[in-house]
């Protein structure tokens, strides 16, 4: 997809999870904001675009960030719409969380058919040194998770664990993300299909 004002690349994906697992922050530090420590649920979408250097050429980075809560779903489901890429937060300190990801992808399926490149972020990790163990959820866990998702769905996607806190790994979550949806894009318009093609 093309910019309306300059013509060039536009590239848009999604921030999904349940309330609180920090993806207004995540957001926040992508784009050199200040960390806050209070939580204001997001209300329905908030919007970031930045323009981000890739293969030598400038492109529109459209980043929604979608409330949590089930109340906003009708909202939500206009943004899945025209997304190539999927960001799905969950707080390893928070095990619900955890245990709603795969709603938050039946919930994205159900809205955009096959599944675009897909980060999975393991957020607040900073939280880890003295959290309740029965809470958290292990690298491990997260992996398999992730496994399982290429596995079931084929869809491209990477395990990224993450503090939205000191920044760590956030700059590459986007990295990773960038790189998948512009792969998928030439793909797409070069016809060549990577799956197995069942010969
Ligand atoms: N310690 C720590 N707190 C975080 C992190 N990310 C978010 N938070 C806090 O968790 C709460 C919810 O964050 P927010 O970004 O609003 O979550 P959202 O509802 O998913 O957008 C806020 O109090 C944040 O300060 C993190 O990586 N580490
Ligand atoms: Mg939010």
Redesign the pocket.
């Known amino acids: 997809m093309k910019d309306q004002d300059d013509g060039s690349r536009v590239l848009k994906a999604v921030l999904i999870?349940d309330?609180?697992?920090?993806?207004?922050?995540i957001r926040r530090n992508y784009l050199g904001e200040d960390?806050?420590?209070?939580?204001?649920?997001?209300i329905g979408v908030d919007l970031a675009t930045k323009r981000v250097l890739f293969d030598q050429e400038v492109v529109k980075f459209i980043l929604w960030d979608l409330a949590?809560q089930p109340t906003f779903e009708k909202v939500r489901g206009h943004y899945y719409h025209g997304s190539n890429g999927i960001i799905l937060?969950y707080s390893v300190v928070n095990r619900d969380s955890f245990d709603n990801a795969s709603k938050w992808f039946v919930e994205a399926y159900r809205n955009m058919g096959t599944l675009p490149p897909t980060v999975i972020v393991a957020?607040?990790i900073?939280?880890l040194p003295g959290a309740d163990a029965s809470k958290v959820v292990t690298t491990e866990e997260g992996k398999a998770f992730t496994k399982y998702f290429i596995d079931k769905l084929e869809v491209p996607a990477v395990f990224i664990e993450?503090?939205?806190?000191t920044g760590e790994n956030i700059q590459d979550t986007f990295t990773h993300l960038l790189k998948m949806m512009s792969q998928a894009e030439q793909d797409d318009e070069s016809g060549i299909f990577q799956g197995d093609p069942g010969i």
């Open positions: 999870g309330g609180a697992v920090g993806k207004t922050s960390f806050l420590e209070g939580h204001l649920a997001t949590g937060v957020n607040k900073d939280l993450t503090s939205a806190k």
